[in-house]
């Protein structure tokens, strides 16, 4: 089982930016970041395959948000730009057994215990 820990989430006014990193224990292939809103279930927000060359990304983060990795640190990166309030949540990152990138929650093994982030209006 890989061990997934979440840093770099906080506090930020709306229009500002946040970088949240996702260290695994061990090298892993596809990952993912998905989040969770006060009352909502949890939903996708980027993917990415296992070498860093292909990323998916949710239609309400396109163009904001950006997934990468660095294998060598065996770390994962979401540089969150232009942030809105409706971006608060509790964000998690995941790895899955493939090199497949994937959107789908099921399609995951492990997961960190999630950052908070908060953008005010």
């Known amino acids: 089982q890989v061990q997934l820990v979440e840093s770099g989430g906080g506090l930020v006014q709306a229009g500002g930016s946040l970088r949240l990193s996702c260290a695994a224990s061990?090298?892993?292939?596809?990952m993912g970041w998905f989040r969770q809103a006060p009352g909502k279930e949890r939903e996708f927000v980027a993917t990415?395959?296992?070498?860093?060359?292909?990323?998916y990304y949710a239609a309400s983060v396109k163009g904001r948000f950006t997934i990468s990795r660095d294998n060598s640190k065996n770390t994962m990166y979401l540089q969150m730009n232009s942030l809105k309030p409706d971006d608060t949540a509790v964000y998690y990152c995941?790895?899955?057994?493939?090199?497949?990138?994937?959107?789908?929650?099921?399609?995951?093994?492990?997961w960190g215990q999630g950052t908070q982030v908060t953008v005010s209006s």
């Open positions: 061990e090298r892993t292939f596809a």
């Open positions: 990415i395959n296992w070498s860093g060359e292909y990323t």
């Open positions: 995941a790895a899955r057994s493939s090199r497949v990138l994937s959107w789908m929650l099921h399609e995951y093994d492990d």
